[in-house]
């Protein structure tokens, strides 16, 4: 196996942050990820999985490990589902697109998404209506230290929104290597209740959806919103929607009538993040090489050479921002390194 010193990481953030690794190396296989965490746990790792829900503000002063595990493959079916076994370093998007030939259902909705399969249950990724735990069944993961591989099931994982166990008990501690998700074959429920599907739906012309109807509604909304990280850099929705309680909600709708809510709970609704950054007046403002992209407030973006540090520095002025103006605090998606 190959391990690489004093690596460029650019190549493997979806920012475009140039940043160095001590050393690296790609990992293909389970077998081959045991041998070097046997050699290596006691060492300094960082483990990199496809770089789209991270921001890189220093050098990596360890060896990363680029989880590279290939491979897709039927564990059970009936008539009416599928249990689908997916390696670690399979695309999210290419995987969802296999799914879609084969007409299974239940992934449609989260489309274009970017990253790994591996990083999927970290996040408990969603968009629009569906989230992972929805179709979750369980992953594989292998023990740093131990080198163990555990079986963890939807009530380990703790699943919350875009909270996992990985993120909070047992972070730093596994390494997800395969995802094992239940798909529908027929009789496919379908999440159009978000009222931007209904509208690029009536635009396309369609009536009665099929899932690749849905597939292809949400890349186009998903397109027209956010930018390609190949032309530009950055790592989708930088900030989560805050969650706040009934009774804020009805005060800060005192001070600003327009704003749109989401109901969680009879207690709790969901205040779209994006909506408060236009609202502070960030939405398409630019610093220099770095900025707030034009079409989604969510989206922090990297016009080329920016470095991690100024556009953390960025994320920090709009969380102030929006906690002065609103009382609300906006936690960041992306993991800042």
Known sequence: MAIINNTSLKPFNT?????KAQSYCAISSVEMLKTILKEQHKNPLFILGGGSNMLLTKDIEALVLHINLKGIETVSETNDIVVIK?????????FVLWCLQNNYGGIENLSLIPGNIGTAPIQNIGAYGVELKDVFVSCEAMHIETQTIKTFTKADCNFGYRESVFKQDLKGQYIITSVNLELSKTNHQLHTNYGVIKKELETIGVTTPTIQDISNAII????????DPKELGNSGSFFKNPIISTEDFALLEQNFPDIPSYKISDKTVKVPAGWLIEKAGFKGKRFNNYGVHSKQALVLVNYGNANGKEIFELAQL????IKRLFN???ATEVNII
């Open 15 to 19: 920012f475009g942050i140039e940043a």
């Open 86 to 94: 997916a390696m670690s370093g399979e695309n999210w998007h290419n």
């Open 220 to 227: 186009a909304i998903r397109q027209s919103k956010l930018p």
């Open 318 to 321: 709009i969380q102030k921002t």
């Open 328 to 330: 609300i605090s906006i």
